[in-house]
């Protein structure tokens, strides 16, 4: 099992930029990883994920272009770069851990959770 804990959310102006960082108790070398978010009311949705090595990643629409997800190995850290935030990236972001070979971009395909981190975009 894994812990994961998540650290960098904050307050910043629109256009603004954040790094998130999602620390983990043991080692991630098997575990293809992912960032969600979830706003008020709403539910948790996939944001950007990356595999084993860091040699694929994927992203949602919404965030192509100005988000950018990588790994340390070393760290056991995974990483979610944002920049040019918009209000609409406010929400609760989520890291996440799953077994396997492939990079999952739904909630049912991780296994395990970070606690959550608040970004805010302020207009």
């Known amino acids: 099992q894994v812990q994961l804990v998540e650290s960098g959310g904050g307050l910043v102006q629109v256009g603004g930029s954040l790094r998130l960082s999602c620390a983990a108790s043991?080692?991630?070398?098997?575990?293809?990883l992912g960032w969600f978010r979830q706003a008020p009311g709403k539910e948790r949705k996939f944001v950007a994920g990356?595999?084993?090595?860091?040699?694929?990643?994927c992203y949602s629409d919404s965030v192509t272009g100005r988000f950018n997800v990588s790994r340390d190995n070393a760290k056991n850290t995974v990483y979610l770069e944002m920049k040019a935030l918009k209000p609409e990236d406010t929400a609760v972001y989520y890291c996440a851990a799953r077994r396997g070979t492939t990079v999952g971009v739904t909630r049912d395909d991780f296994d395990y959770w970070g606690q959550g981190t608040q970004v805010t975009v302020s207009s």
């Open positions: 043991s080692t991630l070398t098997n575990y293809n």
């Open positions: 990356i595999n084993l090595n860091g040699g694929n990643t």
